[in-house]
């Protein structure tokens, strides 16, 4: 878990596989070359944590006729499990999965995951709240369907099990429009619970973790998939590989701009530059011996220090010259009397 000027980025591939092996050990390969820190996943053990009651919330399987099927053609078996965390591994990238049953943290533990995410459904979910305290990793926990009432109760159920947590503001709207963005929660949340926060994001739009990042997320997470055109319950909410390069690669930037503040009283490091660009004070006409120069005598021309300051120029309007000055000559104080 991360806090500092540097945030954390998750991206998650959630199930973007449409359960095949292969596409996510595909996803895995093509993520650890965009710069991310670690890869999530979402744990479905379709008997332990649905029945063949649960509803499609959108009706998009062609193949699949309840929610309970599709969540068995979704799974993987243990030993699947181990060999797609000793991938990320072998990637340098974190494993981070979300289990929606107390089986699925079991076999989380076995893979001996370092930290636990909760999707915006689990929040109030305080017996499987309970099973990851108990493990005493710890926790994300995405705020998405959730008012800060039921929030207090969860974090008070966290606090009181010592477990090291931090929020990510989460609209769970897919893909999520400008309008419902939630950015000012970030600092809500913050002053609120004095714990890491970070944004979860379902845009499809790299400029949204880019303003998070800005306002202090020290986590941000996103789905990816490798064309929004594919199928999938997540496809139009996801960034493409090529979008995710370009985030990462923005987010650091703003990162380390953040953490390099500015003195605006220091500019001593322009001094070369400002003698380049300022200017010096010069007449624009002809000018004889006697002449009381005017404003409408005046020009500003490069560099600075071939004549009186361009910034001086009142301290010379009245002056009388002492000598004849011809068009674009620079004004110094030796010609005036």
């Known amino acids: 878990m991360k806090s500092n000027s540097k945030p954390f980025i998750i991206a998650?591939?959630?199930?973007a596989h449409e359960g095949s092996l292969g596409i996510l050990h595909s996803y895995i390969d093509v993520l650890a070359q965009t710069g991310i820190d670690a890869v999530k996943f979402q744990m479905h053990i379709a008997e332990a944590e649905s029945s063949e009651h649960e509803p499609f919330r959108v009706k998009f399987?062609?193949?699949d006729q309840s929610r309970f099927d599709y969540w068995k053609r979704m799974g993987f078996s243990l030993e699947q499990w181990k060999g797609i965390k000793k991938h990320c591994d072998e990637v340098g990238l974190q494993f981070i999965c979300s289990p929606f049953s107390n089986l699925a943290v079991d076999w989380l533990?076995?893979?001996?995951?370092?930290q636990y995410k909760i999707g915006s459904g689990e929040v109030n979910n305080f017996l499987i709240l309970e099973k990851i305290a108990r493990t005493g990793k710890?926790?994300?926990?995405?705020?998405?369907?959730?008012?800060?009432?039921?929030?207090?109760?969860?974090?008070?159920?966290?606090?009181?099990?010592?477990?090291?947590f931090s929020i990510l503001q989460c609209t769970t709207s897919y893909p999520t429009k400008p309008e419902e963005y939630g950015l000012n929660v970030i600092e809500e949340l913050k002053n609120r619970y004095n714990v890491p926060i970070g944004f979860s994001d379902h845009s499809a739009k790299i400029e949204t973790?880019?303003?998070?990042?800005?306002?202090?997320?020290s986590i941000l997470e996103f789905h990816v998939v490798f064309d929004r055109a594919i199928f999938g319950p997540d496809s139009k909410s996801s960034l493409t590989i090529s979008e995710t390069k370009e985030l990462v690669s923005a987010v650091r930037n703003i990162a380390s701009a953040l953490s390099s503040p500015i003195d605006k009283n220091d500019n001593q490091n322009f001094s070369s530059l400002k003698q380049i660009f300022e200017k010096s004070l010069a007449i624009n006409k002809n000018l004889p011996k006697n002449h009381v120069l005017t404003f409408d005598d005046l020009e500003s021309k490069?560099?600075?220090?071939?004549g009186i300051d361009a910034l001086r120029f009142q301290d010379v309007v009245g002056k009388t010259l002492n000598k004849d000055l011809k068009q674009w000559d620079f004004l110094n104080e030796t010609d005036l009397f």
Not at 12 to 15: A, D, N, V
Not at 142 to 162: A, C, H, I, P
């Open 302 to 306: 490069k560099p600075k220090g071939f």
């Open 138 to 164: 710890p926790l994300i926990l995405s705020s998405g369907m959730s008012s800060y009432e039921e929030l207090d109760k969860t974090v008070e159920f966290l606090k009181e099990r010592n477990v090291e």
């Open 209 to 217: 973790c880019i303003a998070a990042t800005s306002l202090g997320a």
């Open 61 to 63: 399987s062609l193949e």
């Open 12 to 15: 998650e591939i959630g199930q």
């Open 109 to 114: 533990e076995k893979l001996r995951v370092e």
